[in-house]
């Protein structure tokens, strides 16, 4: 059963490390039950200069539908770990918490809380993984996407972008939502179908070098595809590539009904061949036919071909944006933060955190970001406010309603046009964004620890 109809179907509860589960029956054991705050954060970047959040609708579709199946408890007491009135109470287990959250699409930044979550702890404890998995998945490729569209941008020029990594995404899964990442971020179009019907998107795609190999002659390829598909682009490098713009212009020259979209060059130096073909096909007369380039591509070597001046209009861009291979994971944390109305925090080096609910604040200056505030959730702060109460008791608010995907991809694209350049840009050699704590989470910051390491004395004395 795919991942989404699982979740659905109410088996959700499993999708958590098996800790998770222990630690909910011993707060259950122990009767604690008070409302906990956890925060879902990255606790830095590299080779990024902002983050791109996504994944929050995932997070709370599960939430909203957590819960054990038959199935599931069975399975649980076979492990012989869980007692059998624990495993009653499962049950009837559902999550009744508030969410507040970014929306998806805002740029973040380190130590910003994403997701907070308050509810009673065992039921922030039980969904960390689940909702670690969807956020950090989702904003890693929806980051990573948004450099490639901002490369392919280079020169306020209207590229056109497509998604190809669906062969070599992390499983079926990481493709659909991968997609969906990706045209948040302005990914034009996606060769994934199942996510096209999923969420909607526009789905494109042109040939394999198989097609034309299964053919006589490239001609003969060229002739049947386009007697098909008249508004295609043909695959040109399979054995000589200029040899293949050549014949595209022979067949354009012949057909009756207009010329192909384009043709895609998918290897060798796409600089010098993309130059070479639109010779070519201008002399021809053939200027409304684009070029579109795949094989290999990422942001940086979109901007390579650019400042070669490459004429081309559009690119395929598969692996290393489907995975983001040059920083595949991000240094997420969920953490707790509060407890029975108290602060909390861990104070390991390099791993602590803030400490109670928070709120974040983006700060302006001529119509640009220049400074995002991480305040008390109680404090007044000029700014605009990223955190929404988007979950309150188990049910989504008017702000955790679904939205449309191009509803998100505005925001998205609105947001980043708020960042300086220097922000958008490939290089992460630039001043950081400035991210501050207010002077009353500075208090409380001070305060929780101050209590926390006069308890470790007291307990050592």
Same mark, same amino acid.
């Given at each position: 059963m795919p991942f989404d109809d699982q979740l659905r179907a109410g088996t959700s509860a499993l999708y958590t490390d098996l800790?998770?589960?222990t630690?909910?029956?011993?707060?259950?054991?122990?009767?604690?039950?008070?409302?906990?705050?956890?925060?879902?954060?990255?606790?830095?970047?590299?080779?990024?200069?902002?983050?791109?959040?996504?994944?929050?609708?995932?997070?709370?579709?599960?939430l909203e539908t957590l819960s054990f199946s038959e199935e599931a408890i069975a399975y649980l007491a076979e492990q012989d770990q869980f007692e059998d009135a624990f495993?009653?109470?499962?049950?009837?287990?559902?999550?009744?918490?508030?969410?507040?959250?970014?929306?998806?699409?805002?740029?973040?930044?380190p130590d910003e809380p994403i997701v907070e979550v308050v509810a009673p702890i065992g039921e922030a404890q039980l969904v960390e993984t689940l909702l670690l998995n969807q956020i950090t998945f989702q904003t890693t490729i *929806?980051?990573?996407?948004? @450099?490639?569209?901002?490369? &392919? %941008? =280079?020169? $306020?020029?209207?590229?056109?972008?497509?998604?190809?990594?669906?062969?070599?995404?992390?499983?079926?899964?990481?493709?659909?939502?991968?997609?969906?990442?990706?045209?948040?971020?302005?990914?034009?179009?996606?060769?994934?179908?199942?996510?096209?019907?999923?969420?909607?998107?526009?789905?494109?795609?042109?040939?394999?070098?198989?097609?034309?190999?299964?053919?006589?002659?490239?001609?003969?390829?060229?002739?049947?595809f386009s007697d098909l598909y008249p508004e295609t682009i043909l695959l040109v490098d399979t054995y000589d590539t200029l040899d293949g713009v050549r014949k595209v212009i022979d067949l354009v020259t012949d057909m009756d009904d207009g010329?192909?979209?384009?043709?895609?060059?998918?290897?060798?130096?796409?600089?010098?061949? *993309?130059?070479?073909?639109? @010779?070519?096909?201008?002399? &021809? %007369? =053939?200027? $409304?036919?684009?070029?579109?380039?795949?094989g290999g591509l990422d942001e940086y070597k979109i901007v390579e071909l650019l400042e070669r001046d490459a004429p081309i209009d559009g690119f395929g861009v598969g692996t290393k944006m489907g995975t983001s291979s040059d920083q595949p994971a991000l240094d997420s944390a969920y953490k707790l933060s509060g407890y029975a109305g108290t602060p909390r925090m861990k104070l390991s080096a390099e791993k602590s955190n803030l400490p109670g609910r928070k709120q974040v604040v983006r700060q302006y200056e001529e119509g640009l970001a220049v400074r995002d505030v991480?305040?008390?959730?109680?404090?007044?702060?000029?700014?605009?406010?990223?955190?929404?109460?988007?979950?309150a008791d188990g049910e989504r608010t008017e702000s955790g309603t679904a939205r449309p995907l191009t509803a998100i991809r505005e925001h998205a694209s609105a947001r980043l046009s708020e960042l300086p350049e220097r922000l958008r840009a490939l290089n992460p050699d630039v001043p950081d964004h400035e991210v501050v704590l207010s002077d009353g989470l500075e208090?409380?910051?001070?305060?929780?620890?101050?209590?926390?390491?006069?308890?470790?004395?007291a307990e050592t004395a």
């Open positions: 800790y998770q589960l630690m909910l029956q011993a707060y259950w054991r122990e009767g604690m039950d008070e409302p906990a705050v956890f925060d879902l954060f990255v606790r830095r970047l590299k080779d990024r200069n902002y983050l791109l959040a996504c994944g929050l609708e995932q997070v709370l579709e599960f495993l009653d109470r499962l049950a009837d287990f559902e999550f009744t918490g508030d969410v507040y959250a970014v929306p998806e699409g805002t740029p973040v930044f *929806a980051s990573k996407a948004s @450099r490639v569209v901002e490369a &392919a %941008g =280079l020169g $306020d020029a209207d590229r056109l972008v497509a998604d190809f990594g669906m062969r070599r995404a992390q499983g079926t899964d990481a493709a659909m939502k991968g997609a969906r990442a990706m045209f948040i971020a302005g990914v034009d179009a996606t060769s994934n179908v199942a996510a096209g019907q999923a969420y909607d998107l526009p789905i494109t795609g042109t040939m394999a070098h198989s097609y034309v190999e299964a053919h006589d002659s490239e001609m003969a390829a060229f002739r049947a010329p192909i979209r384009g043709i895609r060059l998918d290897s060798g130096d796409l600089a010098e061949l *993309a130059h070479e073909s639109r @010779r070519l096909l201008d002399e &021809a %007369g =053939l200027q $409304d036919v684009m070029i579109f380039a795949s991480i305040a008390t959730d109680s404090e007044q702060i000029s700014g605009a406010p990223l955190l929404e109460r988007v979950m208090k409380r910051l001070h305060e929780t620890r101050s209590a926390l390491e006069r308890q470790m004395a």
